[in-house]
């Protein structure tokens, strides 16, 4: 019954270890072109060792500092941070994360306390009447302007037909189309 117990209370816990893992002798195996993918699968094969999982998934930061000098020269070694949930699955993450992830992560927290902010003071003012009356009067003033327009075209229409009645259709011939005229230019001087 002991070990039972002692299993369900590891089920429970989340594993957290941090490892320094070389890569230099497994990359130096590939070709200069493919040494940095080869670094990859190096710490991917090295987390599933010493962690006993099957499924390894590399963050964000540590992916960028494997990439970041290119394809032919990662770094030799990496400090990470394994840490391994109740399903198994183990995230790879920097033990140290670059000073440009910790101002994006401020600045999401302080994007988000200005939502909850902003969420707060928009349910704490009533509901303003005045912009109601003012979307009322900008109909007004559209609908009047269609009126308008709708009765400018009514009076041309009229005006048209009278002006029809008054003169009937006369045939104009159309004229023909001349057509283009290139200019010829003359051609280079002759041996002379």
Do not use: C
């Not at 070990?3 to 070389?22: D, Q, T």
Request: proline share 7%; charged share 45%.
């Amino acid at each position: 019954m002991a070990k039972i117990k002692m299993a369900k209370k590891e089920e429970a816990s989340v594993l957290e270890r941090v490892y320094n893992v070389p890569l230099r002798k497994e990359f130096q195996k590939a070709p200069p072109w493919k040494r940095t993918k080869k670094a990859v699968k190096a710490l991917r094969q090295f987390i599933m060792k010493h962690m006993k999982s099957k499924e390894v998934l590399i963050g964000k930061y540590a992916n960028k500092f494997l990439w970041e000098r290119g394809i032919k020269n990662p770094p030799h070694h990496v400090k990470v941070t394994a840490t391994k949930d109740k399903k198994g699955k183990v995230i790879v993450e920097l033990t140290e994360i670059p000073n440009y992830a910790k101002r994006e992560i401020e600045k999401q927290k302080k994007l988000a306390e200005k939502k909850k902010g902003r969420e707060e003071s928009k349910k704490k003012e009533p509901i303003k009447e005045e912009p109601k009356l003012e979307a009322k009067i900008e109909e007004k003033v559209e609908e009047a302007k269609k009126e308008k327009e709708e009765k400018a075209k009514e009076t041309e229409k009229e005006e048209i037909k009278e002006l029809k009645k008054e003169h009937p259709k006369q045939h104009i011939p159309k004229q023909a189309i001349a057509p283009k005229k290139v200019e010829q230019r003359p051609t280079a001087p002759k041996g002379q």
